[in-house]
């Protein structure tokens, strides 16, 4: 079965530091990944995705993201946090054969001044 | 990325009416459309899945006599609830996803509270 898991519910980190929030995935093949943000009460923002190529994907606000296969992981990553970075973050992935996203359950990012 | 618009944005109605959310896409055709349900401080839930002109398919469990989708043309989708009950308050998002993209863009999302 398809699956996405986001092991924290929340990530708190001082503004100015680097910031991780984690997901790994279970999807046979390989996946189309993405990261996706969300403010309240608000829809999803397109962050940024994994399709081929470059392990490591740049993406929107300075974010970053890196497809590691062996540990079925795409972590996504700032080397600088700030404020206004406090959200949702979402971790999608796409079976390449089927047209459907599974997302994990989110993670709170809490970025303190 | 892609446009994609939701109307309303929030909604109040009495139990027992039906509402009608509308999904546009603003920028390109989008041959299919997704609706989610969101809850509290949880991910998304798929509902169905829209393509033009067709049918819509739903997920395992999501009763499409409540919940009514159409995707009549390449750029608008519509999600009614019927019958609406408290249960059914959530915040709905749909997004859309076109022929030549592999990527979902979202709805900025529907606030529906049934009292």
């Known amino acids: 079965a398809q699956s996405v898991a986001q092991p924290e519910d929340q990530v708190n980190v001082a503004e100015g530091n680097p910031l991780t929030v984690k997901c790994t995935y279970s999807v046979s093949g390989n996946p189309y990944l993405f990261w996706y943000v969300q403010y309240p009460n608000r829809g999803l923002q397109f962050l940024l995705k994994?399709?081929?190529?470059?392990?490591l994907v740049k993406g929107s606000y300075g974010f970053e993201a890196e497809f590691n296969k062996s540990q079925t992981s795409f972590h996504l990553k700032k080397p600088s946090a700030l404020v206004s970075d406090s959200a949702l973050y979402f971790c999608?992935?796409?079976?390449?054969?089927?047209?459907?996203?599974?997302f994990g359950s989110g993670t709170k990012l809490n970025v303190k001044p | 990325g892609a446009v994609v618009s939701q109307h309303p944005s929030r909604v109040i109605c009495k139990s027992g009416t039906s509402v009608k959310i509308e999904c546009r896409s603003l920028d390109f055709q989008a041959t299919t459309m997704f609706w989610y349900r969101q809850f509290p401080k949880q991910s998304l839930m798929l509902m169905a899945t829209s393509n033009e002109g067709s049918k819509a398919t739903y997920e395992q469990g999501v009763e499409k006599d409540k919940f009514l989708i159409n995707h009549a043309s390449l750029t608008l989708s519509t999600l009614t609830v019927t019958s609406a009950h408290p249960e059914d308050s959530s915040f709905y998002i749909c997004?859309?996803?076109?022929?030549?993209?592999?990527?979902?863009?979202f709805g900025p999302g529907t606030r529906l509270t049934v009292l």
């Open positions: 999608a992935v796409r079976d390449r054969n089927f047209n459907k996203f599974y």
């Open positions: 994994y399709i081929t190529g470059d392990n």
């Open positions: 997004s859309e996803q076109g022929e030549s993209t592999d990527t979902q863009y």
